[in-house]
C-alpha cells in the first residue's frame, strides 16, 4: 500500500514503479483510492480509473488540487531507480512527483485553512475525447467547484499561470498539373506557398501582459506537403501551420489573426485543431496567496494544459509542481528531489494559512 504520510521523494518512485500508460490506469487508480480511503478522512469516490477526493470542513474556500495518474509509454525506464539528487522513471517528472506531493499534503496538512479537492485522473497524455478531466466535468461537475485550482505538471518549481490557446491550420493552394519539361503549361501549387512561408518568416510574435505573466506568441510551419512524382509540376500543395496565441484572445480572434497575416494570398485556410487559452487569474483572492506563498516566483505558462478546463468554468488556475518540463516524456525522465521537498514545503504552508 502506497504510504501517504511518509517520505513523498518514497511515494513519488513508488507511483513511477506502477506502470501507468494511458488507457492502462486500474491498478495504480486502485492503489491511490485505497491509499486516500483508509489514510484520510477525505470523502473518495471513483469515476472509472479517476480517483476524487475533498473535505467537508466548512472553510470559506475551497483549492482543487489535480494531476493525472497516466504516463506515455514506457521506455525501459521503470521501476525507478535514485541517481544522488535525481529520482529517474518514466513520469518521474510529468507527473507522478506532482501527483505524490498532492496525496502526502492530503494525509499530513490536518488542520487545512481551505477545503481541499484532490482529482487524479486519467488519459490526459492522449487524445483530449478521452481525458478524464473532460468525463469528469460532464459526469461530475460539482467536484470541480473551487476558487482556485492548482495543475501538478511539472513546472521547475515556478508557478506557471494560465495557458496559451493553440489553433492549427491548414493553407492548401492550388494549380494546374503539367509536364515537368514544359512548366509553362501548368500553374505550381508548391510555388504558390512561397508567399505564405515568407510571411511566416517575417511574422513578429505579440508579447502580452497579463497579470505580470509575459506570453510570447508564436506562429510556425509544422509540415508541408506536395508533390506528384518528379516529373510532374503538382496542382496541390499545402503547408500545416501552429498558432500559439496568448489568452487574452479568444479562438475566434485568433482564426481571425490568421486570416489577416496571409490575407491577399491565393490560398484556402482550412481549421484543424484548436483549444483555447486559460488567463492567469492572478488577482483573485486565493490565487493572490497562492503567488505570495511563492514569494512572487510566477510566469507565464508557454503551452497547452488542462487549466483552460479550469479557466473556461471560470475557476482560476495555475500549473505548480516539481519536474523540469524539458525532460518529461523522454527515456531519461528524472525528477530533482529537492524540488518535491520544496513543493511540499510552498503548498503546506499555502494550505495550512
Not at 508541408?224 to 487574452?248: E, L
Request: include cysteine; hydrophobic fraction near 45%; glycine fraction near 8%.
Amino acid at each position: 500500500m502506497l504510504d501517504l504520510a511518509g517520505d513523498p521523494i518514497e511515494l513519488t518512485a513508488a507511483l513511477v514503479d506502477i506502470p501507468s500508460e494511458s488507457g492502462h490506469e486500474a491498478r495504480i487508480a486502485d492503489e491511490v483510492e485505497s491509499a486516500l480511503r483508509t489514510q484520510t478522512n477525505f470523502e473518495v469516490i471513483r469515476n472509472g480509473d479517476a480517483v476524487l477526493a475533498r473535505t467537508r470542513l466548512g472553510r470559506p474556500t475551497r483549492v482543487l488540487l489535480a494531476g493525472h495518474l497516466d504516463t506515455v509509454p514506457i521506455a525501459d525506464n521503470v521501476p525507478s531507480r535514485r541517481d544522488g539528487e535525481m529520482l529517474h522513471g518514466c513520469g518521474a517528472a510529468d507527473m507522478k512527483s506532482g501527483d505524490a506531493v498532492f496525496l502526502h499534503l492530503a494525509a499530513t496538512v490536518s488542520e487545512p485553512a481551505h477545503d481541499l479537492t484532490l482529482v487524479f485522473y486519467d488519459c490526459e497524455e492522449i487524445e483530449a475525447a478521452a481525458n478524464g478531466l473532460g468525463r469528469i466535468e460532464r459526469e461530475l461537475p460539482d467536484w470541480l467547484a473551487a476558487d482556485v485550482a492548482i495543475l501538478g505538471e511539472p513546472t521547475a518549481g515556478f508557478i506557471e499561470a494560465g495557458c496559451q490557446g493553440t489553433l492549427r491550420v491548414v493553407i492548401h493552394a492550388t494549380g494546374t498539373r503539367a509536364h515537368s519539361a514544359r512548366p509553362w503549361l501548368g500553374d505550381n501549387a508548391i510555388h504558390k506557398l512561397g508567399a505564405v512561408l515568407d510571411r511566416l518568416a517575417a511574422y513578429q510574435a505579440r508579447e502580452v501582459d497579463i497579470d505580470g505573466c509575459i506570453y510570447r506568441e508564436g506562429l510556425s510551419a509544422v509540415r508541408i506537403d506536395g508533390g506528384v512524382a518528379g516529373n510532374v509540376i503538382p496542382d496541390a500543395a499545402s503547408v500545416t501551420v501552429n498558432f500559439r496565441f496568448a489568452p487574452d484572445r479568444s479562438p475566434e480572434a485568433a482564426l481571425a489573426h490568421l486570416h489577416d497575416v496571409f490575407a491577399r494570398l491565393d490560398v484556402r485556410i482550412e481549421q484543424t485543431d484548436c483549444a483555447a487559452g486559460a488567463l492567469p487569474g492572478l488577482s483573485a483572492p486565493a490565487a493572490k496567496a497562492l503567488v505570495d506563498a511563492a514569494a512572487g516566483q510566477v510566469r507565464a505558462k508557454y503551452g497547452w494544459t488542462d487549466v483552460a478546463r479550469f479557466a473556461a468554468l471560470g475557476i482560476p488556475a495555475v500549473n505548480y509542481g516539481p519536474g523540469d518540463p524539458n525532460l518529461a516524456h523522454r527515456r531519461d525522465e528524472r525528477v530533482a528531489v529537492a524540488q518535491i521537498t520544496a513543493a511540499v514545503d510552498l503548498l503546506r504552508g499555502y494550505l495550512s494559512s
